[in-house]
């Protein structure tokens, strides 16, 4: 009888109709968001050098009545590229200092924390519309709460949760265009509008939005194993295209400041920035430098660093397990559930978009420019859990 009335009741509880699925799942919200503000605060603010020059430039625009295009011709020579991609972040410190004065550090903070609650929000929502059940999404959350990265960022006065909401809203954007088969375009203009002017380097963010919404009504990308043979594919070009253009650039473009940061990296066999134990010998040749390359795609996922405590490094193991273990599932019956398809493929698209960019270009001492992907990435978790119960149809356990 007790084996019976547990069965039961695991099946309720996974059940589509259950009836406290949306009570739990609000609560399951609150409550992550409650301990993920309550570290934060607890904390305080971050600045960091990149905040003194928000704020640097904040009092510019302030001293310019707000001028945007004035501001944006400043000292334009020592701006490559131009302010124009640090836009919102710096109009949004400006605001906080004009209407909060001497708290305008504390206010971004609580506007860094009404992001990540609207994160949450379309997290969940994005989730829902695929008909992803609520205890699943609810047991996911706590994911959320002991990533390292969510507990980092927000408290920096920088772009990074700005960048973040925007990475996830636009997730939740390509979502819906999937569930409603149609794409708003104005809705994906200003999307676009927002990632160029929140920070510089949301460029492989909005190239795959514009593939993705190219690519999505071919037939090909309905099925699972075609997805995996694109994405197999790209990964393992991605580090003989970079390979390729830094070939290009080193014989086209040498002796310019900024593109010979970028080659003096790779010649010293830098993998992480201000990283040395992750550097390898000095490259004498092209296979050489697209095995750099490979380095610094992998290492751009890696959970451990030296200076990592036990813990972090424990959480970070945590983290990418689960990742690794939704791609499997889905790896193995993905086709099942033919809509979830499509999500994998941009979740994907977007993260080794943005990996191959930042192995071109810089991988972070702290791994900062990862933590935009990362509650796309935990998305596909509880997606993985629901084709699992709808495969082995786990309901009807009786």
């Given at each position: 009888?007790?084996?019976?009335?547990?069965?039961?009741?695991?099946?309720?509880?996974?059940?589509?109709?259950?009836?406290?699925?949306?009570?739990?799942?609000?609560?399951?919200?609150?409550?992550?968001?409650?301990?993920?503000?309550?570290?934060?605060?607890?904390s305080g603010f971050s600045?960091?050098?990149?905040?003194?020059?928000?704020?640097?430039?904040?009092?510019n625009l302030i001293n310019l009545d707000f001028n945007l295009y004035e501001f944006f011709l400043i000292d334009k020579a020592s701006h490559r590229p131009s302010l124009f991609f640090s836009s919102v972040p710096v109009l949004l410190i400006a605001f906080c200092k004009v209407i909060f004065g001497n708290e305008w550090q504390f206010s971004f903070l609580l506007l860094n924390l009404f992001l990540v609650f609207f994160s949450l929000i379309f997290f969940v929502k994005s989730l829902l519309l695929i008909g992803v059940r609520s205890i699943l999404i609810s047991l996911t959350l706590p994911f959320i709460v002991i990533s390292v990265d969510i507990l980092t960022w927000p408290r920096f006065i920088?772009?990074?949760?700005?960048?973040?909401?925007?990475?996830?809203?636009?997730?939740?954007?390509?979502?819906?265009?999937?569930?409603?088969?149609?794409?708003?375009?104005?809705e994906l203009f200003i999307i676009i509008f927002l990632l160029f002017a929140s920070r510089p380097s949301s460029i492989p963010v909005v190239v795959v939005i514009i593939l993705f919404v190219l690519i999505s009504k071919s037939?090909?990308?309905?099925?699972?194993?075609?997805?995996?043979?694109?994405?197999?594919?790209?990964?393992?070009?991605?580090?003989?295209?970079?390979?390729?253009?830094?070939?290009?650039?080193?014989?086209?473009?040498?002796?310019?400041?900024?593109?010979?940061?970028?080659?003096?990296?790779?010649?010293?066999?830098?993998?992480?920035?201000?990283?040395?134990?992750?550097?390898?010998?000095?490259?004498?040749?092209?296979?050489?430098?697209?095995?750099?390359?490979?380095?610094?795609?992998?290492?751009?996922?890696?959970?451990?660093?030296?200076?990592?405590?036990?813990?972090?490094?424990?959480?970070?193991?945590?983290?990418?397990?689960?990742?690794?273990?939704?791609?499997?599932?889905?790896?193995?019956?993905?086709n099942y559930i033919k809509i979830y398809n499509k999500i994998f493929l941009f979740i994907l698209l977007l993260s080794l978009s943005v990996a191959a960019f930042h192995s071109f270009i810089l991988i972070d001492y702290d791994w900062r420019y990862r933590f935009p992907l990362l509650l796309p990435l935990i998305m596909l978790f509880p997606i993985s859990l629901e084709i699992i119960l709808k495969k082995f149809n786990l309901t009807s356990v009786s």
């Open positions: 009888m007790y084996n019976q009335n547990f069965k039961m009741f695991i099946k309720d509880i996974i059940s589509i109709k259950w009836k406290h699925r949306n009570k739990i799942l609000y609560l399951s919200v609150l409550l992550c968001f409650s301990l993920i503000a309550y570290y934060i605060l607890r600045m960091s050098s990149d905040s003194e020059r928000y704020s640097k430039w904040a009092d920088l772009s990074d949760m700005i960048y973040a909401f925007l990475v996830l809203y636009a997730t939740y954007f390509i979502i819906k265009g999937i569930i409603l088969d149609r794409i708003n375009y104005s037939q090909i990308f309905l099925k699972q194993e075609n997805i995996l043979f694109f994405v197999l594919a790209i990964f393992i070009s991605i580090p003989f295209v970079l390979g390729l253009a830094y070939s290009f650039i080193e014989n086209n473009f040498s002796g310019i400041t900024k593109i010979d940061f970028l080659t003096d990296m790779v010649k010293k066999g830098m993998i992480i920035h201000d990283r040395q134990e992750t550097w390898i010998s000095k490259p004498n040749n092209f296979i050489d430098i697209v095995y750099i390359y490979f380095l610094r795609l992998l290492n751009f996922f890696n959970p451990y660093a030296s200076t990592f405590s036990i813990v972090h490094i424990s959480l970070n193991v945590i983290q990418i397990s689960i990742i690794i273990l939704s791609i499997s599932i889905w790896s193995f019956y993905g």
